[in-house]
């Protein structure tokens, strides 16, 4: 049997194949995991539950500042928008696990954005009876302590910021803010390039700390955050 | 900044073609603030009064590439003088070979004034003045000062700025789409005179090497080919020699190949980043569409729903949208269809009991019911785009990825027979003596090519730095040529329209990295696009689109650019393709340039033929007052035809029809008397 007689239709309609839809299950899979993994860290960190467009930035934080820990994005690029970053596809995967019963939402509403686009608003946060054992599993891997590990630390990092510089921090990142992308282009940093100014700029604080010192991953990140805290900060001041 | 040239007046005597009339012989025109309309039919010599207009600015110089309107590309850019037959382009049309005509410009640039006057037998320059100082005679002083007072470091430079932005001339190409002359204008108008210098210099110079290169690799091809039969008719030797011939069979062909790839490779790497936006679009565009329809479709279940549980509420619009439940990812259509039903017969939801006593919101609820099957409609829409756009995005991904791994390989190939054939080289006998030199030779020039490559890539590496910090002082007058852009082409279009800076990845030559060079791209919406989708070329929009978008571009650059913010735009013939609604849109946005308080200078040409375009702009553009002097009636200044002799009648009714339009614009007229 080809695996043409094996397609189906996705979410949208399209004829997949066989392989193509199981190439699709592990994406969504593993979206669905990091998912799961920015809502428990945002709970660790105090900010839960989380709004939307928080959520989205840190998802794109995790893929931008993967290249600190060593890790690669799990989306290499993200369509640039007046509102800071929002991946649909992702979007679609929080929906699926709404409907699982593993995430929850709260003030859900809808809004019209900075680009004139409608979008889901409301808050998001875990339910722990059936998210729980899949944390623990997920933990109990090498990777996926490692990968949890930096996610926690992310989080961390930028629970000092409150919900409305979070909102805005995107505009200093030194990638989404590159000004040679406009707005509804693509941000690039890791799928076909690998020009990534957000993790050059954290790593390179290891330069400017006093000789003999390193900053840890954890501190680089924590930097970083600081350091867009700053600028917005400045920005704001002009 | 620069200065574009505002155009004061032009006066052309003793020229065949426009003897005027006895109290009036010859051409005098006065371009004042505003619109000048030059109207007569064909052979009256429109074309040719625009042309002696913009001969007057370059003399007798052009870029050959656009003389000939081939596409600027890697073309050079620098001004040569045109051939004698161009020369005399005025002279051939009259009788006497124009030995006594002449034709006197008179324009500012910036703050200052310049007289130009020339032959027009064979554009000979008679006289140059600026602020009315006489300037030493010659095309090299004029090519200088003209240079100067523009703000352009060669004449090159001007002349692309002639024919990209001043002059819209019959056979034009369009600027928005051509990104080779768009990189171009952006370099001189927006950048230092040094660094737009720079650019030109570095550019130049690696395209002549890469031109050396290529020409060298070519001289490597044949050269293999012959000592590969010549060393098939050796003696001695056999094995060694039939390996090596084989070898440079194989590496001729593959070295072929592989320069088609790099021919190939920037194409297919526009098409995939195409392709990438697209689809991202789509996917943000479809996750809009989607949440409206589902507000719409979660105000209608809000509104009879007795539980208030909003994650449930959630679930339940989530199935109703898209008829998918997101707890096992199966389609239930009869499912959402069973709580479409439930929700029109005012049910619960859940459990189908009836809600009729239950106090709903009913105003909300009846709102979104009637949104509801348009959103649906919208969301249909985009999701067959967003599946058209996944696929292209695959096809195209999978097509730059084979070319990448056929380039990877022939590479590795060519490497390692390199390697063997020079290997094989030094086990050649020593009869074989004047074959291994030959064989050595072609090492050496396999050597300086690859040598040419390195200094190349190190030059592209370089260069590649320079336009990244270029890109960067350049975007900050994006938006302000954005803005511009949308105040003209908005006004014109119906269909939302958009100017994205999105720099080009291209190669310099057509070998080496790609280089991002400094564009702008059209984003339109259209009926057959739910949402406003990226205009690669010009045919990919209507005919009357395509010249309006980019005379917005034109005219946005213009203003953004200049240091007055004052310009003159020269159209030939604009009415062509427009219907009778654009027409009236297109004067507008045209006079929105040519209001006559902003100080531009608006030139337009037409031959009387059928569209509203012209009485349109006349409505607008000329009053009662001044129609003499913003009119230039070619029927009763230029050498009548014989079509316009015989059909002197008919030609009097058209043109008759068209200035009746003159001062019909009241409002206009009685504030333009204010």
Same mark, same amino acid.
């Given at each position: 049997?080809?695996?043409? &007689?094996?397609?189906?239709?996705?979410?949208?309609?399209?004829?997949?194949?066989?392989?193509?839809?199981?190439?699709?299950?592990?994406?969504?899979?593993?979206?669905?995991?990091?998912?799961?993994?920015?809502?428990?860290?945002?709970?660790?960190?105090?900010?839960?539950?989380?709004?939307?467009?928080?959520?989205?930035?840190?998802?794109?934080?995790?893929?931008?500042?993967?290249?600190?820990?060593?890790?690669?994005?799990?989306?290499?690029?993200?369509?640039?928008?007046?509102?800071?970053?929002?991946?649909?596809?992702?979007?679609?995967?929080?929906?699926?696990?709404?409907?699982?019963?593993?995430?929850? %939402?709260?003030?859900?509403?809808?809004?019209?954005?900075?680009?004139?686009?409608?979008?889901?608003?409301?808050?998001?946060?875990?339910?722990?009876?059936?998210?729980?054992?899949?944390?623990?599993?997920?933990?109990?891997?090498?990777?996926?302590?490692?990968?949890?590990?930096?996610?926690?630390?992310?989080?961390?990092?930028?629970?000092?910021?409150?919900?409305?510089?979070?909102?805005?921090?995107?505009?200093?990142?030194?990638?989404?803010?590159?000004?040679?992308?406009?707005?509804?282009?693509?941000?690039?940093?890791?799928?076909?390039?690998?020009?990534?100014?957000?993790?050059?700029?954290?790593?390179?604080?290891?330069?400017?700390?006093?000789?003999?010192?390193?900053?840890?991953?954890?501190?680089?990140?924590?930097?970083?955050?600081?350091?867009?805290?700053?600028?917005?900060?400045?920005?704001?001041?002009? | 900044?620069?200065? %574009?040239?505002?155009?004061?007046?032009?006066?052309?005597?003793?020229?065949?073609?426009?003897?005027?009339?006895?109290?009036?012989?010859?051409?005098?025109?006065?371009?004042?603030?505003?619109?000048?309309?030059?109207?007569?039919?064909?052979?009256?010599?429109?074309?040719?009064?625009?042309?002696?207009?913009?001969?007057?600015?370059?003399?007798?110089?052009?870029?050959?590439?656009?003389?000939?309107?081939?596409?600027?590309?890697?073309?050079?850019?620098?001004?040569?003088?045109?051939?004698?037959?161009?020369?005399?382009?005025?002279?051939?049309?009259?009788?006497?070979?124009?030995?006594?005509?002449?034709?006197?410009?008179?324009?500012?640039?910036? &703050?200052?004034?310049?007289?130009?006057?020339?032959?027009?037998?064979?554009?000979?320059?008679?006289?140059?003045?600026?602020?009315?100082?006489?300037?030493?005679?010659?095309?090299?002083?004029?090519?200088?000062?003209?240079?100067?007072?523009?703000?352009?470091?060669?004449?090159? &430079?001007?002349?692309?700025?002639?024919?990209?932005?001043?002059?819209?001339?019959?056979?034009?190409?369009?600027?928005?789409?051509?990104?080779?002359?768009?990189?171009?204008?952006?370099?001189?108008?927006?950048?230092?005179?040094?660094?737009?210098?720079?650019?030109?210099?570095?550019?130049?110079?690696?395209?002549?090497?890469?031109?050396?290169?290529?020409?060298?690799?070519?001289?490597?091809?044949?050269?293999?080919?012959?000592?590969?039969?010549?060393?098939?008719?050796?003696?001695?030797?056999?094995?060694?020699?039939?390996?090596?011939?084989?070898?440079?069979?194989?590496?001729?062909?593959?070295?072929?190949?592989?320069?088609?790839?790099?021919?190939?490779?920037?194409?297919?790497?526009?098409?995939?980043?195409?392709?990438?936006?697209?689809?991202?679009?789509?996917?943000?565009?479809?996750?809009?569409?989607?949440?409206?329809?589902?507000?719409?479709?979660?105000?209608?279940?809000?509104?009879?729903?007795?539980?208030?549980?909003?994650?449930?509420?959630?679930?339940?619009?989530?199935?109703?949208?898209?008829?998918?439940?997101?707890?096992?990812?199966?389609?239930?259509?009869? %499912?959402?269809?069973?709580?479409?039903?439930?929700?029109?017969?005012?049910?619960?939801?859940?459990?189908?009991?009836?809600?009729?006593?239950?106090?709903?919101?009913?105003?909300?609820?009846?709102?979104?019911?009637?949104?509801?099957?348009?959103?649906?409609?919208?969301?249909?829409?985009?999701?067959?785009?967003?599946?058209?756009?996944?696929?292209?995005?695959?096809?195209?991904?999978?097509?730059?990825?084979?070319?990448?791994?056929?380039?990877?390989?022939?590479?590795?190939?060519?490497?390692?027979?390199?390697?063997?054939?020079?290997?094989?080289?030094?086990?050649?006998?020593?009869?074989?003596?004047?074959?291994?030199?030959?064989?050595?030779?072609?090492?050496?020039?396999?050597?300086?090519?690859?040598?040419?490559?390195?200094?190349?890539?190190?030059?592209?590496?370089?260069?590649?730095?320079?336009?990244?910090?270029?890109?960067?002082?350049?975007?900050?007058?994006?938006?302000?040529?954005?803005?511009?852009?949308?105040?003209?082409?908005?006004?014109?279009?119906?269909?939302?329209?958009?100017?994205?800076?999105?720099?080009?990845?291209?190669?310099?030559?057509?070998?080496?990295?790609?280089?991002?060079?400094?564009?702008?791209?059209?984003?339109?919406?259209?009926?057959?696009?739910?949402?406003?989708?990226?205009?690669?070329?010009?045919?990919?929009?209507?005919?009357?689109?395509?010249?309006?978008?980019?005379?917005?571009?034109?005219?946005?650059?213009?203003?953004?650019?200049?240091?007055?913010?004052?310009?003159?735009?020269?159209?030939?013939?604009?009415?062509?393709?427009?219907?009778?609604?654009?027409?009236?849109?297109?004067?507008?946005?045209?006079?929105?340039?040519?209001?006559?308080?902003?100080?531009?200078?608006? %030139?337009?040409?037409?031959?009387?033929?059928?569209?509203?375009?012209?009485?349109?702009?006349?409505?607008?553009?000329?009053?009662?007052?001044?129609?003499?002097?913003?009119?230039?009636?070619?029927?009763?200044?230029?050498?009548?035809?014989?079509?316009?002799?015989?059909?002197?009648?008919?030609?009097?009714?058209?043109?008759?029809?068209?200035?009746?339009?003159?001062?019909?614009?009241?409002?206009?007229?009685?504030?333009?008397?204010?």
């Amino acid at each position: 049997m080809s695996s043409i &007689d094996n397609a189906h239709r996705d979410h949208y309609g399209m004829i997949r194949t066989s392989i193509q839809a199981g190439e699709e299950r592990w994406a969504s899979l593993r979206r669905r995991i990091r998912l799961i993994m920015l809502l428990h860290a945002s709970e660790s960190a105090g900010i839960a539950p989380i709004g939307i467009l928080q959520l989205h930035l840190l998802a794109y934080l995790s893929n931008v500042l993967s290249p600190v820990w060593e890790l690669r994005p799990l989306d290499g690029k993200v369509m640039k928008r007046r509102g800071g970053p929002f991946y649909p596809v992702l979007q679609h995967d929080l929906d699926k696990l709404i409907s699982q019963g593993l995430v929850l %939402i709260t003030n859900l509403g809808y809004k019209k954005d900075n680009d004139n686009r409608w979008r889901l608003d409301g808050d998001f946060y875990l339910n722990h009876n059936f998210a729980d054992p899949i944390i623990r599993q997920y933990r109990n891997y090498e990777d996926g302590y490692y990968l949890a590990t930096f996610i926690d630390e992310l989080a961390y990092a930028f629970s000092a910021l409150s919900e409305e510089d979070l909102q805005y921090i995107a505009s200093e990142d030194a990638t989404y803010a590159d000004q040679l992308t406009a707005f509804g282009n693509v941000v690039d940093f890791g799928e076909w390039r690998t020009l990534n100014y957000s993790a050059n700029v954290a790593n390179y604080f290891e330069h400017l700390l006093p000789s003999g010192t390193l900053p840890t991953l954890g501190e680089k990140l924590h930097l970083y955050a600081r350091h867009l805290y700053r600028r917005l900060y400045e920005t704001r001041s002009r | 900044m620069i200065n %574009i040239p505002v155009l004061t007046s032009l006066d052309i005597t003793d020229y065949g073609l426009f003897p005027g009339n006895q109290d009036n012989p010859g051409m005098h025109v006065l371009f004042t603030p505003g619109l000048t309309l030059v109207l007569g039919a064909n052979g009256l010599g429109k074309t040719t009064l625009i042309t002696i207009l913009y001969r007057m600015l370059t003399g007798p110089s052009d870029i050959p590439a656009l003389a000939w309107n081939f596409p600027l590309g890697s073309a050079s850019l620098r001004a040569a003088t045109i051939s004698s037959i161009q020369r005399s382009i005025f002279s051939q049309r009259v009788v006497d070979g124009a030995k006594n005509a002449s034709a006197r410009l008179i324009a500012k640039f910036g &703050d200052h004034s310049v007289v130009i006057e020339r032959r027009l037998r064979d554009l000979q320059l008679i006289d140059f003045q600026i602020d009315e100082v006489k300037q030493s005679p010659g095309e090299e002083i004029f090519q200088q000062k003209v240079s100067e007072l523009v703000g352009v470091w060669s004449f090159g &430079d001007w002349i692309l700025l002639l024919r990209h932005i001043v002059f819209y001339f019959e056979d034009r190409r369009a600027l928005v789409w051509d990104p080779t002359a768009q990189r171009q204008l952006l370099r001189f108008l927006f950048l230092p005179i040094e660094v737009a210098r720079r650019w030109t210099e570095e550019e130049r110079d690696i395209l002549e090497l890469d031109s050396q290169m290529r020409n060298l690799r070519a001289v490597v091809y044949k050269e293999t080919r012959s000592v590969a039969a010549a060393d098939s008719k050796a003696e001695s030797a056999q094995d060694t020699l039939a390996e090596m011939r084989e070898l440079d069979e194989r590496q001729a062909a593959d070295v072929a190949q592989r320069e088609e790839l790099d021919e190939g490779f920037a194409d297919l790497e526009s098409k995939r980043q195409t392709a990438r936006h697209r689809m991202l679009n789509a996917e943000q565009e479809r996750e809009s569409r989607y949440r409206k329809l589902e507000h719409a479709r979660l105000m209608a279940i809000e509104a009879r729903f007795p539980d208030r549980s909003e994650s449930a509420r959630y679930i339940l619009a989530q199935l109703m949208t898209s008829s998918e439940c997101l707890f096992c990812g199966s389609k239930v259509p009869t %499912i959402a269809a069973e709580l479409e039903s439930r929700i029109s017969a005012r049910k619960c939801l859940i459990c189908g009991s009836d809600l009729a006593e239950v106090t709903t919101d009913s105003d909300s609820a009846g709102f979104a019911d009637s949104q509801v099957s348009e959103y649906i409609a919208a969301l249909q829409a985009i999701e067959a785009e967003l599946v058209e756009a996944r696929h292209a995005l695959r096809e195209a991904e999978a097509e730059y990825n084979n070319l990448i791994q056929k380039g990877a390989e022939l590479d590795k190939a060519i490497a390692e027979r390199t390697a063997r054939l020079e290997e094989l080289a030094k086990r050649l006998p020593p009869e074989e003596a004047e074959r291994l030199k030959r064989h050595e030779e072609l090492v050496i020039l396999r050597r300086r090519v690859e040598a040419m490559q390195a200094d190349l890539d190190t030059k592209r590496g370089a260069f590649k730095e320079f336009l990244q910090e270029v890109n960067r002082s350049l975007i900050a007058k994006a938006q302000d040529i954005q803005n511009a852009f949308n105040l003209y082409a908005k006004g014109f279009l119906f269909d939302d329209c958009d100017l994205t800076w999105l720099p080009r990845s291209e190669r310099l030559g057509q070998s080496g990295e790609m280089i991002e060079f400094p564009a702008f791209q059209v984003d339109l919406g259209g009926s057959n696009f739910p949402s406003p989708v990226r205009r690669l070329g010009p045919q990919q929009v209507s005919e009357s689109q395509r010249e309006f978008i980019d005379l917005a571009f034109r005219m946005a650059l213009m203003e953004v650019a200049t240091a007055s913010g004052v310009g003159t735009l020269v159209i030939d013939a604009p009415e062509s393709s427009l219907d009778a609604v654009f027409s009236k849109r297109a004067a507008e946005v045209l006079m929105l340039f040519a209001q006559r308080e902003k100080g531009n200078r608006l %030139i337009v040409t037409s031959n009387l033929s059928e569209g509203g375009l012209i009485p349109d702009l006349i409505k607008l553009g000329v009053s009662t007052q001044d129609d003499e002097r913003r009119i230039i009636d070619l029927f009763s200044i230029a050498e009548p035809t014989r079509a316009t002799k015989e059909m002197e009648t008919e030609y009097k009714t058209a043109l008759y029809n068209i200035t009746k339009h003159v001062g019909s614009n009241k409002q206009d007229e009685s504030e333009s008397d204010k």
